[in-house]
């Protein structure tokens, strides 16, 4: 336990530089681009002398830029993210009502699409080169090549023309409403974790089962479903462990399409809608948001690739 402890706290130690660098780099980039923070402040209301005195005292706009850097790190690790630049709410308050929408997205398609993934990648690995076989081999090669708008698109002329009254936008005040509106995108999601973990799964299977300890364990009258799942399934399941861990990382990036085309209000429509509107502190915090969770994660999969197969050691 100790080791696994002392692991954890190293690869978070080493978290910090990169989260260092990339808060520097974002925070540098967007107020070189050109636009003005004065006037997406201001946005529609008279701009007076004494509105922008007020908006460069309390926003520090003539402060020298690594100054105000320095100011808003000092922020964030103290817990506030600074104010929206639009409506003047704290950005933390947009997220928090946004996040739910977002990780409930993320954690139904990835449970939907690694299911569906791992049960077709096995019974197509059982099943080699027989019609079976074929379908799902196929089945998987449509949904990796379709552009997930293109599904997106077709599913929504679908859901208008044979359920009108299905909305995808409203309160979700309460569980019904939450999975009614986000169940659909989610399952469309899914189907990207479907393409890529079911071929890896079918591969890794294939390969455990053709491998010369299987054989063996046959030969001495094992019974064949115990040598499928507690041998060959249980190896093979390692290098899906891998990639379902790299997918989950990415598809908090990916939902910002999902989000946008079904007008769920969660942080990638957030996102997008600060980038559209130069709405810095929004941006940054979302970036600085979908990176952690991405490093979180990877070691996370890390962590259990270790307890799958204690053959791997921590290093």
């Keep these: 336990m100790k080791k696994y402890v002392v692991y954890?706290?190293?690869?978070?130690?080493?978290?910090?530089?990169?989260?260092?660098i990339v808060s520097f780099g974002i925070f540098f980039l967007l107020r070189i681009s050109g636009s003005s923070e004065m006037a997406t402040i201001i946005g529609d209301k008279p701009a007076?002398?004494?509105?922008?005195?007020?908006?460069?005292?309390?926003?520090?706009?003539?402060?020298?830029?690594?100054?105000?850097?320095?100011?808003?790190?000092?922020?964030?690790?103290?817990?506030?993210?600074?104010?929206?630049?639009?409506?003047?709410?704290?950005?933390?308050?947009?997220?928090?009502?946004?996040?739910?929408?977002?990780?409930?997205?993320?954690g139904i398609s990835f449970v939907l699409g690694t299911v569906m993934a791992?049960?077709?990648?096995?019974?197509?690995?059982?099943?080699?080169?027989?019609?079976?076989?074929?379908?799902?081999?196929?089945?998987?090669?449509?949904?990796s090549s379709v552009p997930a708008f293109l599904i997106c698109v077709v599913v929504l002329i679908l859901v208008a023309k044979f359920v009108p009254g299905y909305s995808f936008v409203g309160t979700y005040t309460n569980t019904r409403e939450f999975f009614q509106r986000i169940m659909l995108p989610a399952f469309i999601m899914s189907l990207g974790h479907l393409a890529l973990l079911g071929r890896v799964t079918r591969s890794s299977m294939t390969s455990q089962l053709q491998s010369p300890y299987i054989i063996t364990a046959l030969a001495k009258g094992i019974e064949p479903k115990e040598v499928t799942f507690k041998h060959a399934f249980h190896n093979a399941v390692i290098p899906v462990l891998t990639v379902a861990g790299n997918s989950l990382a990415g598809a908090i990036g990916s939902t910002v399409l999902i989000e946008q085309i079904f007008s769920l209000p969660g942080i990638g429509?957030?996102?997008?809608?600060?980038?559209?509107?130069?709405?810095?502190?929004?941006v940054q915090i979302l970036v600085m948001l979908m990176l952690i969770i991405y490093l979180l994660v990877s070691l996370l999969v890390d962590v259990l690739y270790v307890i799958v197969d204690p053959r791997v050691s921590l290093t």
């Design 8 to 20: 954890v706290l190293k690869r978070l130690l080493a978290m910090i530089p990169i989260l260092l």
């Design 269 to 282: 429509g957030l996102l997008i809608s600060g980038v559209q509107t130069n709405n810095y502190p929004v």
């Design 48 to 106: 007076t002398d004494e509105l922008k005195e007020r908006i460069i005292n309390e926003y520090g706009l003539d402060d020298p830029l690594f100054l105000r850097y320095v100011n808003w790190l000092k922020g964030v690790v103290s817990g506030d993210f600074g104010r929206d630049y639009s409506s003047g709410q704290a950005v933390s308050e947009l997220i928090v009502t946004r996040v739910p929408v977002t990780l409930g997205l993320v």
């Design 118 to 143: 791992i049960l077709l990648g096995v019974i197509a690995s059982l099943h080699r080169n027989k019609p079976v076989d074929t379908v799902i081999s196929l089945v998987m090669l449509f949904f």
